[in-house]
C-alpha cells in the first residue's frame, strides 16, 4: 500500500517535489480506506520518504526522494565556498569560475592581498577561494570591500558573500 501510495504522491508532486491534495482525491485515487492513508503517510513519514508540512484534509507535504533532489555524496560539510560546487561543469567552465585544470595552484600574491585586505592572517580559510574563483572575481570582491562603508558582519564576511555573486554576474555576459 505505502508504494501506491508513493506512486499517487508522485502525481500530485510539483517540479520541487511538494505535494498539495485534498482526502477526497487522495482517498479516491489511492482506492483505499482513510484509515489506510493516514497509516501509510505516517509509515511512509518514519521511513524519512516524505515530510508531512500541513496535515490532512488538505495535506501539504515533500518528498525526500524527489528526482530533482539527490544527495551529494562528495560533500561532507558546509563550506563557506559550497555554492560553486552546486554549479554544472558549463558554467563552472566560464571566467568567473577557474577550470579544473587550474585549481591546483594557488596564488600567493593574490592570498596576501586577501590577506591585507580582509585583516585576516589565516591563508588556508582562502585558499580555496583563490583556487575555485577566478583573480578577477577576487578582485572585484576585495574592491567592493574596500569600498563598502558600514558593513554589518565582517569584511570576511561580506568578501564570502560577493564572491559567487559576483561570478555568476561575470558568466551572464559571456
Do not use: C
Amino acid at each position: 500500500m505505502s508504494e501506491s501510495l508513493l506512486a499517487v504522491l508522485a502525481t500530485h508532486a510539483n517540479s520541487r517535489g511538494i505535494v498539495l491534495v485534498a482526502e477526497e482525491a487522495l482517498v479516491r485515487e489511492a482506492n483505499e480506506s482513510l484509515d489506510h492513508v493516514t497509516a501509510s503517510l505516517r509509515r511512509l513519514e518514519r521511513a524519512g520518504l516524505l515530510e508531512i508540512l500541513a496535515p490532512l484534509p488538505y495535506l501539504v507535504l515533500r518528498l525526500r526522494t524527489w528526482p530533482g533532489k539527490r544527495p551529494d555524496p562528495h560533500r561532507t560539510g558546509a563550506s563557506a565556498y559550497s555554492s560553486s560546487k552546486l554549479l554544472s561543469q558549463s558554467q563552472r567552465l566560464n571566467s568567473g569560475y577557474r577550470p579544473p585544470s587550474e585549481r591546483h595552484s594557488v596564488d600567493p600574491q593574490l592570498l596576501e592581498e586577501i590577506l591585507e585586505t580582509l585583516g585576516e592572517s589565516d591563508g588556508a580559510s582562502f585558499s580555496k577561494a583563490v583556487e575555485l574563483y577566478s583573480p578577477h572575481v577576487i578582485r572585484l570582491a576585495l574592491d567592493r570591500v574596500r569600498r563598502a562603508r558600514g558593513i554589518r558582519k565582517s569584511r570576511t564576511a561580506l568578501f564570502r558573500h560577493l564572491l559567487p555573486r559576483l561570478a555568476r554576474h561575470e558568466n551572464r555576459f559571456q
